[in-house]
């Protein structure tokens, strides 16, 4: 069935480095919703892109959706102890019943 | 204060017996789903409920059912023909359907033995 891609599974860094999780599909997508769950808690929602090229701001946090609908990043600019936990893309595919496909989630680690 | 719960926090049973995960909204959200997470893997969605008296399986249904009978209460019941059951359950809500962004709860860790 239809996948949603994240890579990498983990990534380690210092405080203050920059930081890029990416998220791909074979289908193109209606929509793609991030969320970050941190250590021992639950996802939480972050921004929903729907535009192609769209590309939004959160603080250091910019996401953006690819011109084909098909990929989208996350990138963290100066990493902080806060930002550990695991961000996870999900891909709102309509030939797959309209569900949400989620990727395996990239796991961020920020050491000190 | 809205949000959703989900208990217990942890549940551990023998292989076996059924077990009911319950989850509870008062956000007023239509639709309620319900996700199994394990170590390494993104969220699989179980089931999920866009109204109340309907549900429909979601991409690993085996082994589980599901019940919507008031809007606020979407509890799910691991049946012991559930291959693996253990693992991390989390019970979500949102507004209408997947294009709304999910609210999730706090999520049950159920160990089977």
């Known amino acids: 069935g239809q996948q949603v891609m994240q890579i990498p599974q983990y990534q380690h860094v210092q405080e203050g480095e920059d930081f890029t999780t990416y998220c791909n599909s074979s289908t193109t997508l209606s929509n793609i919703q991030w969320y970050k769950q941190r250590p021992g808690g639950h996802p939480v929602f972050l921004i929903q892109l729907v535009k192609s090229g769209e590309v939004k701001k959160q603080k250091r946090l910019t996401f953006q959706f690819g011109e084909a609908k098909k990929n989208s990043s996350l990138h963290i600019t100066a990493t902080q102890t806060t930002d550990v936990g695991t961000y996870f893309c999900a891909g709102l595919v309509y030939n797959q019943g309209g569900k949400l496909i989620f990727g395996q989630g990239t796991e961020l680690s920020v050491k000190p | 204060d809205g949000g959703i719960t989900q208990s217990p926090k942890y549940l551990f049973r023998k292989e076996g017996q059924n077990v009911t995960l319950s989850c509870e909204q008062n956000l007023n959200h239509d639709a309620m789903y319900w996700y199994r997470q394990d170590p390494g893997q993104g969220l699989r969605l179980i089931y999920y409920?866009?109204?109340?008296?309907?549900?429909q399986k979601g991409d690993i249904a085996e082994g589980y059912s599901v019940s919507r009978e008031k809007k606020e209460s979407f509890p799910l019941t691991v049946t012991s023909a559930q291959k693996n059951p253990t693992a991390f359950y989390l019970c979500a809500s949102s507004i209408g359907g997947f294009i709304y962004e999910q609210y999730f709860g706090p999520g049950t860790r159920l160990t089977v033995t």
């Open positions: 409920s866009q109204i109340v008296n309907d549900f």
